[in-house]
């Protein structure tokens, strides 16, 4: 089966600026969840997509914000970018709730 | 509040050797779970481990193994016969009520030749 993939890889914006990040699962998983890793606050949990509906959200503002499809596939969305938004961004999808299986994250730079 | 706490930064070890990481853990839930995620320079997140509350049993994978000790709250992980490839970021992580996953700030382990 392949692994979880996240599009793109990199991405450099600039502050005041919108990013859409996307994350296809590990096939016949149904639970996508968000991350957002950096070197001060390590991981911290953004939000957690089951059947197209959010089931589980972090602390983090409404300038965060995602969406599941009917196929699994998930995007997230940041609007108004600030500086600090810059991180590397990780989804990661279970099958059973019990155990996350992660992607290669996307790394964003916010100039 | 769920928290999860890894109290070493940094370790050490010396190849073929055996390291202990520790994680202590703080919940209200009676049912979870534990898992150790590494996660090398290639930044893939790599589920290592994994350890159900309900379970006495300590999990043990090839060359890692658990300590759980659900009364002190406690999960350390041990990986004998270090390698160089084990050097890695290394988050223990806490999961209850479907998906909801706490991660520790982490332990970077090294290995040395």
């Known amino acids: 089966k392949a692994g979880v993939t996240q599009t793109p890889r990199y991405l450099i914006k600039t502050r005041g600026q919108q990013v859409t990040l996307s994350c296809s699962p590990i096939?016949?998983?149904?639970?996508v969840s968000w991350y957002q890793q950096t070197p001060g606050q390590g991981l911290q949990f953004l939000f957690e997509?089951?059947?197209?509906?959010?089931?589980n959200k972090g602390n983090f503002p409404g300038r965060f914000s995602g969406r599941q499809f009917s196929n699994s596939r998930s995007e997230m969305n940041v609007s108004t970018l600030e500086l600090g938004d810059s991180a590397l961004y990780l989804c990661?999808?279970?099958?059973?709730?019990?155990?996350?299986?992660f992607g290669p994250g996307t790394r964003l730079t916010v100039t | 509040a769920q928290t999860v706490t890894q109290s070493q930064p940094e370790m050490s070890v010396q190849e073929a050797e055996t390291v202990t990481l520790s994680c202590t853990y703080d919940?209200?839930?009676?049912?979870?779970?534990l898992f150790w995620y590494k996660q090398p320079p290639s930044r893939q997140m790599i589920l290592v481990i994994r350890?159900?509350?309900?379970?006495?049993q300590n999990a043990t994978e090839n060359r890692f193994s658990v300590n759980f000790q659900k009364a002190a709250k406690s999960f350390s992980l041990k990986i004998s016969d270090s390698q160089l490839g084990d050097a890695a970021m290394y988050f223990c992580?806490?999961?209850?009520?479907?998906?909801?996953?706490?991660f520790g700030s982490g332990t970077k382990l090294n290995v040395k030749p």
């Open positions: 997509y089951f059947s197209e509906t959010q089931r």
């Open positions: 919940t209200s839930e009676s049912d979870y779970y």
């Open positions: 992580a806490h999961q209850y009520n479907f998906n909801k996953f706490y």
């Open positions: 350890q159900e509350a309900y379970k006495q």
């Open positions: 096939s016949g998983h149904r639970s």
């Open positions: 990661a999808s279970s099958l059973s709730g019990n155990e996350q299986y």
